[in-house]
């Protein structure tokens, strides 16, 4: 137990543990995307000391944190649970997963939580369990607020309140500190509630003493598992970390990385290609050398980190926007689509005068969008494609203050989406829905509201950790 004499003990073992290099596993992107289980077969071969993978991201939207519900399925997630947990108990090095539940909401925590327990009984295996809760009470940020501690990032300006009240989920992006102290707490499994995508990959190096310029680095280069390889489909990668560098190998033999692939990969999801900011400092790769040690495997030297005066973790919050109902339609009516402009402008006039008459609905209390997939519902106004389209999907997206106004504007919309003819046609043409019924009831739609940083006492003071092993066994660390 945290406290006593053999826990201390076993602390500073580890600090004396000390190693020239780590070596981390990145099996895949995403949990639940799966990957070849040969892949990580070879990857204990080469002498993986640590398996990270990320669980989560914001890619697909604020539903995921705003209903707190997961994007991937509870079979994907134990099918690749089962043999990482397997792997890591059969290799005896640790398992971290970031970001649990997509969102990394506390019950997205204990949802990774419960099928890893599910796992380890039907596997017959015994591991101690670190779950890491990142989300955050709204009264508690408010102090922050009110102590001057939360700082807007662009394009956001200063957070009012209400905006923290509105949000029906808040997380904080935990840095690699958390997961550090689950660790050296005795965890061979963390689950992580939302952590920068690199905090799970660079934390058993620092760790282990690693430095902090090419851990960083690495841990950016891996997160997306074999997205920096010639075939991101084929599994993960090894990233070997040292005093000097670190060395980024995949876990396909028939796959390879080149410095061009690898170097390619800090231009993902970053605002500046030379850096990327984490919450106690920024990753600076500017004199970073890339080099092929032969076909397939690539060194990286020259990486800097730049420890920041302020440590800082980011919060990510989404709000409910409204209800929302969506109907699709198809057209394939030459002569509509060589008036498609006009004939969507006739469609969204149309559409507000029948919801006033019908239902005395005015513009201000619903909104809709009306977007031509096969035309330019992706660029908009800057799709550069010139000439008539050969079929066209219209979708009608209907969001209002609850969910049965959705419907009844979007069913009011209903005879235009199936008949509605162009000004000069002197006949009711045929359109096509998609589903019948055609409206489709979405529920309520989110929106992210946060993109600011709180300026913390200590990297855990925002984070609860609590420690599993068995039904009697669970002790909390707090942050």
């Not at 990145?26 to 995307?33: E, N």
């Not at 539903?63 to 399925?73: F, I, V």
């Not at 231009?267 to 919450?279: A, H, I």
């Not at 389209?389 to 989406?417: C, F, H, W, Y």
């Amino acid at each position: 137990m945290p406290g006593t004499d053999k826990e201390e003990e076993r602390k500073r073992n580890m600090e004396n543990e000390r190693v020239d290099q780590v070596k981390v596993l990145a099996p895949t992107g995403m949990l639940g995307a799966g990957f070849p289980e040969a892949t990580i077969e070879r990857g204990l071969a080469l002498g993986a000391d640590v398996i990270s993978v990320d669980g989560g991201s914001t890619d697909s939207g604020p539903h995921y944190l705003g209903a707190s519900q997961p994007k991937t399925t509870r079979a994907a997630v134990a099918r690749d649970l089962r043999m990482l947990l397997k792997a890591a108990v059969g290799a005896g090095i640790p398992l971290i997963v970031g970001s649990c539940g997509t969102s990394g909401t506390d019950s997205g925590v204990d949802w990774v939580a419960g099928i890893v327990a599910d796992v380890l009984a039907a596997e017959g295996l015994d591991l101690r369990v670190a779950r890491i809760y990142s989300e955050q009470n709204a009264d508690a940020l408010l102090e922050r607020l009110d102590e001057g501690r939360i700082h807007a990032l662009p394009p956001l300006g200063e957070l009012e309140p209400e905006t923290l009240r509105s949000c029906t989920h808040i997380v904080g992006a935990m840095g690699h500190e958390p997961i550090v102290a689950a660790l050296e707490a005795g965890a061979q499994v963390v689950l992580a509630g939302r952590a920068t995508d690199t905090a799970i990959a660079a934390a058993y190096p620092l760790m282990k003493g690693m430095p902090a310029g090419p851990t960083w680095h690495a841990a950016k280069i891996i997160e997306c598992g074999g997205q920096c390889t010639s075939d991101p489909r084929a599994g993960g990668v090894l990233a070997t970390v040292d005093a000097d560098g670190f060395t980024i190998e995949p876990l396909d033999p028939t796959v390879a990385c080149t410095p061009i692939l690898v170097a390619a990969h800090m231009l993902y999801e970053t605002v500046n290609p030379f850096e990327m900011r984490e919450p106690d400092g920024t990753l600076d790769v500017r004199e970073s050398v890339y080099t092929a040690l032969d076909d397939r495997t690539v060194r990286v030297e020259g990486s800097r980190f730049h420890v920041a005066d302020q440590h800082t973790i980011k919060l990510e919050g989404a709000r409910i926007t409204g209800y929302e109902t969506m109907s699709f339609s198809a057209i394939r009516d030459p002569h509509i689509l060589a008036n498609i402009d006009d004939w969507a402008e006739l469609m969204r006039t149309m559409i507000r005068q029948r919801v006033e008459q019908t239902i005395g609905l005015s513009e201000d209390k619903y909104a809709f969008d009306l977007r031509l997939y096969g035309h330019n519902a992706v660029l908009g106004d800057l799709d550069p494609a010139a000439g008539s389209p050969r079929e066209v999907g219209v979708m009608l997206l209907v969001n209002a203050p609850d969910q049965s106004t959705a419907t009844a504007v979007a069913k009011i919309a209903n005879p235009l989406m199936l008949h509605l003819p162009t000004v000069d046609m002197d006949y009711l043409p045929s359109l096509a829905f998609a589903t019948s019924p055609a409206e489709v009831e979405r529920g309520p739609a989110y929106e992210f509201v946060l993109n600011h940083v709180v300026d913390t006492t200590t990297p855990t003071d925002m984070f609860r950790t609590e420690m599993f092993r068995t039904e009697t066994e669970e002790t909390s660390l707090h942050g």
